[in-house]
Every structure is written in structure tokens, then in C-alpha cells.
């Protein structure tokens, strides 16, 4: 009989939660071996093995329906897949040793508080230019040229110290939203962390409540908006966007 693990024993194993091993057993993306007749989950070591590549597949950033439909195919094979994720691993070590060069370089400038005059190209150095081209790309085609405008002012217009301090308090509002999901998206704690959101985004434009709601929309159809949400929490990117609905419909078009 092949070795047993308990969900909690697999979550100690893995560094992920029971919560999250339970997500994914409802989604079909990783199911027991076996359960129970108490229907406690258990599972086997072929378990341990999908979920390992569904980690890596976190970390290159994939979604959780892109994992389930590449691990899925018939045609799957572990040792390529291995292989692989060994590739770009060596490929991602490199850049990020270009990263923290980078970082050092940006940290020079900021000693004795002297005036950060950086070149783009020190400024993006380790990054992956196609990747940044594109995303620029996107930005000026999907969204409203004003508010993209606005957007680059309001950050050009921020001290260094400014936009460190904003950056921090969109990542405690959304951890703390990743937290309170059990609440429910339309409860009263959420939705007051949901207004701070909310004000976090008008650090960069006006977000009146069609276009509040729209980012919620793109925060599940964007891939790469999921990808973030989803490594906070497993279903987050879907409960902003409703949540995100919620307080447009009943606050801010009633504020409107």
C-alpha cells in the first residue's frame, strides 16, 4: 500500500495552506488520492508530484485554469515538464542577479539623499524588455489615454519616499481583503477595505464607478492581473472583482 498523507501534513510539506489545497480539490485542479469515510482527504505520492508542478507553475506566473488544462492533457510528460521548469529557472537566477545589481545601482543613488538621475535603461536593467514593451503596449491601447496620462503625472509628481508609501498601502489593503474573504464581498468590513482600495487607486486617476467596476473585471480577464491575486490568495482575483462591483453599484454611483 503506498504511502498516506493527511491535507495537513501535505500543506506542512508544501508551504501552501489547507485552505488553498482545499481550493483546489474543488476546482479539480489537485484531488485526493482517496478520502475517508469521515471524508478526510488523503493522498499519494503521484498527488505530491501534480502538486509540485502546479508550484511551479505558480511561480512562472501561469493561472490556476492554465496548470489544470496543461496538466491535464494526455499528452503531459513530468520529465519534460521538469526539464523544462529547470530552464527557466537558470534563465530567471540570471535575471535576477541583474536585478540586484540593478537594485544596488538605485540604492547608490539614494544615499545621502542625493537626486536619483537614472538612465531607462538602469531603471529597467534585469527586466524583460520585450515583456516591458508589451506591457506598455497594452496600457496605451486598452485604456483611456487620459487616464493613463494622468496616471504618469500623478506618479512623476510623487517623491521617492510618496510612492514607496503608496505602494505599501495597496499591499496592505489587498492582504487585508485576502484575509477577510470569509466575510463575504458585500459584508460591511470588506466593503470599508474595499473603499480604501479604492481611494489607494485614486493615488494614480479619478475612478468613477463604471470605471472602478471595470478594473474588478480585468483583475479576472486579465491573465497576469489573476496571477498576482491568485499568489496572495486562491480566489481572490474573482472575489475583488465582485466585491469591487458591490461598492461601485451601492456606494460610489449613489455618491455619483
Not at 99 to 106: C, E, G, N
Amino acid at each position: 500500500m503506498s504511502k498516506r498523507y493527511s491535507v495537513k501534513k501535505v500543506a506542512e510539506l508544501s508551504g501552501i495552506t489547507v485552505r488553498a489545497l482545499h481550493h483546489y480539490d474543488e476546482i479539480g485542479l489537485l484531488k485526493p488520492a482517496m478520502r475517508s469515510e469521515k471524508k478526510y482527504r488523503y493522498y499519494d505520492e503521484s498527488n505530491l508530484l501534480r502538486l509540485q508542478q502546479i508550484l511551479f507553475y505558480r511561480e512562472l506566473d501561469f493561472t490556476l485554469a492554465q496548470t489544470k488544462a496543461i496538466l491535464d492533457d494526455p499528452e503531459f510528460d513530468f520529465v519534460k515538464a521538469l526539464q523544462a521548469h529547470r530552464a527557466l529557472l537558470v534563465q530567471r537566477h540570471k535575471q535576477m542577479g541583474n536585478l540586484i545589481q540593478t537594485v544596488d545601482q538605485t540604492l547608490e543613488k539614494f544615499k545621502g539623499d542625493q537626486p536619483m538621475v537614472l538612465q531607462d535603461k538602469d531603471l529597467y536593467q534585469g527586466f524583460d524588455q520585450e515583456k516591458i514593451d508589451r506591457w506598455n503596449k497594452e496600457v496605451d491601447e486598452k485604456y483611456d489615454p487620459e487616464k493613463v496620462a494622468e496616471s504618469r503625472r500623478n506618479v512623476g509628481k510623487m517623491s521617492k519616499q510618496q510612492f514607496k508609501e503608496v505602494q505599501k498601502q495597496g499591499e496592505r489593503v489587498t492582504r487585508a481583503i485576502s484575509e477577510a474573504m470569509d466575510k463575504g464581498a458585500g459584508s460591511p468590513e470588506i466593503q470599508e477595505l474595499i473603499k480604501q482600495h479604492h481611494a489607494w487607486i485614486e493615488n494614480f486617476y479619478n475612478c468613477p464607478a463604471d470605471m472602478y467596476k471595470g478594473l474588478g473585471q480585468l483583475y479576472v480577464e486579465n491573465p497576469e492581473f489573476t496571477a498576482y491575486y491568485e499568489k496572495i490568495k486562491p480566489g481572490l482575483a474573482a472575489f475583488m472583482c465582485q466585491a469591487m462591483g458591490y461598492f461601485a453599484d451601492t456606494s460610489l454611483k449613489a455618491k455619483g
